[in-house]
């Protein structure tokens, strides 16, 4: 790209050469002028590598400007390329001007607004009265855009709109690179198509491969789902979204959320995979039940909606926990299974078996049923020791095949074991001191109870059965074969899914920076002086060359005192300060890093 160097103070300020097949001079109307007009060939003006054609044109050479009207066109070297139906340009500071349909194209852009500067020592063009900028992917629109050439980069202010057949982008600012297709969006920022849209107050979106990376206040909304995350990634050929951070992801349409430090979201899949400190949350009337494990996936249409748990599973509910390898939840069926080493408590009960499996009602997300398949066991702490003083408890134990309990607005209420049906009871008086120890087996018993308490125990076709004195009840008799009492894993609260992981740690964001905000693009010129830019000739007025607060940037760093940003809701420091990397460079992808994981 071509760049032309600001003049030293000392050096000659070359004229504009300028010819026509035309001219004439009429010193009464165009005082100081020279008329040049189009005959067989437009006429033609050249200046420090910028060359002009025109139909008509009027030359003050005392001032070295030029006012050009009709067919204008401008070219600097093979990168700019401008049309419009009027262009001023005064030689003297390479400053032009431009009205009326004008059109400036590079390389990879195309830029239509009804009035332009030019400044060619700063290689920068503005407008503020609206333009639409086309490049190869999208078409773009603002009130306010500056044009840096040397860095081939737009920025835009107000009403910012980037139209592409596959989505919209509305954004207050937004910084954009024409060779790149990169866009930075600062302030609040929505990406829209038909399948989802993106908020964010700060991101990157590559326009051209339709793929971006959002921080701060960011998130995806899909049709049922929602992604929140301090950091998220989108792929929209793809469809697919990855999330690092404070992770959050509603499923409104079953009324559920999943919570994590990182996320992958497969639209198309209608799969969510999450992992560090994921927990998924059901509501079931006034309570919700959490599932943890190391890694949660999340598949299947909202009415076929399937969750699967590895590794590590906890599961809390306020008057129920339990603990297995792994969970399967089908949302559709309210079938919940807990696989390899399950174990559940309901107040101070303990229940274990090969495989535990909760059964809840589809349309009213009530829990209906308990089963425990193969080797169920329920065990309870008892209340006091067994000889006073000592630090040695008995357990009330009942053990069979297989275990069926029943819930009554959503609280356990009855457990049946059947088949090979055996119990230990402590019984204790009024005073606390056992009475027995009440030693049977039946064909099937039957357990009742009462807000989260066994209440009672019912014993049918009682097979064996006998009460010893404590004496006479042998240590080795005192607990089935099977008993491996885990009180001490009951989870007491929500916050207890976590509890024995080892403190975690969030990987660190590699963020998005403030952009800089250059200088104002129009000089100040203090009151009563003449501003260089603006000979007497000229059809601009002295308002049309001042900077305007109003659409100076909300949002960025100022590089110095000369750069205005807009007071009453920049997010700037006080202080000029300078970025620590290039905007010109797109950000990295996050990455799952198990290093960070605490």
Known sequence: MLTF????????????DITSDIERIDEAKFPGALIMQKGDNQVYIVHEGIEMWCDL???????????????VRVNQGDTITMNSKYA???????FAYASGQVNLRSPKANLTTDTLYFNRIKQQAYYRSGGTLRDTASVITSKVGRYFLEQDKYSFINDVVVTNPEYVIN??????????????????STITSETSKVYCERGFYDTRNDNGYFVKNSRIDYDNRTVYGDSLYFDRPTAFASATNNIKVIDTANNSVVKGHYAEVYRDKDSVFITKRAVAISKQENDSIYIHGDRLVITGKPDKRIIRGYYNVRMFKSDMSGKSDSIHVN?????????????MWN???QMTGDTIHLLSNPETEKLDTLKVFENAFIAEKDSLPLVKGKDEYGYNQIKGNTLTGLFKDNALNQVDIVKNAESINYRRGDDGLIQGIDKGKSASIRVLIEQNQITDVYKYQQIDGRVFPLSKFLPEERKFPGLNWRGDERLLTKEDIFKGEPP??????????????????FDDVEEGEQNENLPTQSEM?????????EDAPAIGVPVNENATIREQDSLAPKKPAKLPTSLTKPPKKETDSTDNEG
């Open 57 to 71: 044109a009027f030359y003050y050479k005392k001032e070295n400007f030029v006012k050009a009207y009709n067919n």
């Open 347 to 349: 107040g101070l009960s």
């Open 504 to 521: 975690f740690k969030l990987v660190k964001i590699e963020g998005i920076p403030l952009p800089e905000i250059e200088e104002d693009f």
């Open 171 to 188: 954004s207050e600012q937004l910084d954009f690179y024409s060779k790149s297709g990169f866009a930075y969006l600062y302030g609040p």
């Open 88 to 94: 001023e340009y005064n030689g003297d500071t390479q």
């Open 5 to 16: 160097p600001i003049l030293a103070p000392a050096q000659e300020k070359k004229q504009i």
């Open 541 to 549: 007025k002295p308002e049309n060359l001042k900077n305007r607060e």
């Open 331 to 343: 949302q559709e069926t309210g079938l919940t299974q807990m696989i390899g080493k399950p174990v």
